[in-house]
């Protein structure tokens, strides 16, 4: 899953990032809401982080100019600003969630969490995925009491197409999401194939996958 980070205390803005990129996360770095808008034009975010006190323009007024560019996006406000006010003008504006500062990065990451089950209809973050069991937030799959072994990899990308379930989802979507930036020329390389590939070969060791369909010309859904 993309974030971005839009803070302008670098110090803080690389603590997180370093914490959320050693679970499923890929993280921008924003200093300035002129930054954090120019990486929004071109990039889909998972989740925007916002920090309120920015240099060039208040996080209130930021957040309300990028629903339009991220409208997919969930919005977390990280602020010092504690004041009742400004958390209900954030809610209000259609921000996800509100931290206030200083806050801890494994509250931040269990809230990140409990939005994605939220958005996605799974309240449980164990989910049932044919005769597997996926827990979200321990990243493991069962088939019965025995773990499958898939590679991190393997997994952000099964939690990321179980998390958008039903809907069909394109290699350069999930390269997006998964991988992070890439250049036009290097999406189209068959590496999601080739993941989608070893998945397959893995889990069905112990059960059919037929939920895992692959559409062809477009790239893959996971079918529940
Ligand atoms: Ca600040």
Known sequence: MKVLIVEDE?????????????GFYLCDIAGTATDATDLMEVNQYDFILLD?????????LLLDDTKKLCPDASYIILTARGDLEDRIKGLDLGADDYLAKPFSLLELQSRMQAITRRKSGNNDP???LGEFNVDLNKRAIK???KEVDLSRKEFDLLSYMLLHKNRPLTRFQLSEHIWGNFNDEDYDS??????IK???KKLSAYAPVEWLQTLRGIGYKIKL
Not at 10 to 22: D, H, N, P, R, T
Not at 190 to 195: A, G, K, R, W
């Open 143 to 145: 088939h019965q009491s």
């Open 190 to 195: 068959n590496y999601i194939d080739v993941h």
């Open 10 to 22: 670098k110090a803080l803005a690389k603590e997180v990032c370093k914490f959320l990129e050693k």
């Open 198 to 200: 070893n998945i397959r």
């Open 52 to 60: 309120l006190g920015l240099p060039d323009k208040d996080g209130l």
């Open 126 to 128: 164990v989910i049932e």
